[in-house]
């Protein structure tokens, strides 16, 4: 009988073990994997370098030349915000239409070609300007009826990533639009259609509102910018405002040189860089970056040798690594005949050499649904666009630009600006009306400082009268043949 219990109670005392052994080693496990979740190591390690750290030049010099480059973008919209934050009332300055913080100023006609505040300017629309301060107020922006006119207002943070949706492909309603921080908690007033938060208080706004070449569409296009404002909420009161666009005050012009005004300044980067990272909040992955560097600005400030090497780092990133990229050529996804264009514009994310690479280059980019840019500096053989030579580019019939908006094909010269010439013609496309299609549909577009003849006049973009050039196709409201690459750009040839 004692033989008989025996065997049964031991596999069941056995049992009872092994389940004991499972559910320790269970919890032993559960204990290790919880040690290393990160809310642990949190509490462990440091949230940052250790500040009374001796650092070597070297290692300054090192991580100097990292943040240079990444955060370039944004010191650069940091220092426009500066420039506008010096404006008192709405006024035009030369090319230039100025407002205070949290106002724009808006354009009743193309931009003057001698235009050097923003690299590659757009003469297809009528532009608007102005710098976002949300830490001092939200902002209210208005949306008129602008009908079947195509528009878009592009707005975005400190890091040039668009933050809002706004424009005819959006199919928005006319109306009130609030723009807030990231940190604002008001009560939004009856009436505002939509709220947009950015990630940081610092921004650009920028409306673009089309406009085609004829006296008539000049004269259309007046009773509705008047109602395109922007202003503090305070300002608010449920009506719509209007501005008289063509009654601003004048002044006089300053020099502004042939290149782009300069927005980032080696010698004053790592003084304002804490400032700028303050305001645009580190994304998922990017709080050791910015620690580091935080941690050298702080180690800057007691030893004037780890300053001086900083400095001379961002002069040296500034000429070797970014100006090669304001070339077209230099970045960008590489297509046929030597196209290139990007595929994430003004939603960068951490793509910093993209971002970068745009920003030095052409500023301000709307996001891909909004337009998608290809960019040209080389014909069909690779070799550099130059006056010298004259060139052709012809569209068939069954390869015009894709759009729902419109498109055009804009020359720039060397600083990527308009160089005068006596058609005061610096883009052609969609709004130009007098453009002649061959016999088969196909569209040709005659690229050359000399006039061609008189029947392909209409057809003439004209060149920089010496030196070389680029050229830049702008598809708005770009079809999904465009977005996903199924179409690209014909090929520059030169003409023999």
């Known amino acids: 009988m004692y033989k008989k219990i025996l065997l049964i109670v031991l596999p069941v005392i056995m049992c009872s073990c092994n389940q004991n052994s499972n559910k320790q080693a269970t919890t032993t496990a559960a204990t290790i994997a919880d040690s290393s979740t990160p809310n642990q190591t949190s509490r462990v390690l440091p949230p940052s370098p250790d500040s009374t750290t001796k650092i070597t030049v070297e290692y300054a010099r090192l991580v100097a030349k990292d943040a240079y480059f990444w955060a370039w973008p944004m010191v650069n919209i940091y220092n426009r915000r500066l420039a506008f934050s010096q404006v008192k009332e709405i006024v035009m300055s030369g090319p230039l239409i100025q407002a205070p913080l949290n106002q724009f100023g808006l354009l009743t006609d193309y931009v003057i070609p001698t235009e050097r505040a923003i690299a590659c300017p757009n003469q297809d629309v009528v532009y608007g300007i102005g710098a976002l301060a949300l830490d001092l107020s939200p902002v209210v922006i208005q949306v008129p009826d602008f009908g079947k006119r195509f528009w878009v207002y592009q707005i975005v943070d400190l890091r040039t990533d668009g933050f809002v949706q706004l424009g005819q492909m959006y199919d928005t309603k006319p109306g009130f639009y609030l723009l807030v921080g990231p940190n604002w908690n008001g009560k939004v007033p009856g009436g505002i259609a939509k709220v947009f938060r950015s990630s940081s208080n610092t921004g650009i706004v920028g409306p673009r509102i089309f406009m085609d070449d004829t006296p008539e569409d000049r004269a259309a296009i007046q009773p509705v910018l008047q109602s395109v404002v922007m202003y503090p909420l305070s300002d608010f009161d449920g009506k719509m405002k209007k ?36 305001d645009a909040p580190p994304m998922p992955g990017e709080e050791a970056r910015y620690a580091q560097v935080l941690a050298v600005i702080a180690a800057a400030r007691k030893d004037p040798a780890i300053k001086k090497a900083m400095i001379e780092a961002a002069a040296e990133v500034e000429a070797q690594v970014i100006k090669p990229l304001f070339e077209f050529r230099n970045f960008g996804r590489q297509l046929p005949f030597y196209w290139s264009t990007i595929n994430n514009g003004a939603a960068f994310g951490t793509d910093y050499f993209t971002r970068t690479a745009t920003a030095k280059s052409n500023i301000l980019v709307n996001k891909e649904k909004e337009a998608k840019y290809f960019y040209q500096d080389r014909d069909s053989a690779g070799i550099r666009l130059n006056s ?24 720039y010269n060397q600083h990527h600006f308009f160089e005068l010439n006596n058609l005061n013609r610096y883009s052609l496309g969609t709004k130009n009306k007098s453009m002649k299609t061959n016999s088969d549909g196909s569209l040709t577009i005659y690229v050359q400082s000399a006039p061609p003849a008189k029947e392909y006049e209409s057809n003439w973009l004209p060149a920089v009268e010496k030196g070389e050039f680029s050229l830049y196709l702008r598809t708005y409201w770009p079809k999904e043949e465009v977005l996903d690459g199924r179409w690209m750009p014909p090929a520059v040839s030169k003409i023999k």
């Open 243 to 278: 501005k008289d666009w063509k009654n601003v005050k004048t002044l006089p012009a300053a020099s502004m040189g042939n290149q782009e005004m300069s927005w980032v300044f080696p010698d004053k980067f790592f003084d304002e860089l804490p400032i700028v990272l303050a």
């Open 388 to 411: 010298a030579n004259k060139y052709e580019i012809t569209f068939t019939k069954e390869n015009m630009p894709p759009v729902n908006g419109f498109w055009s094909l804009t020359l």
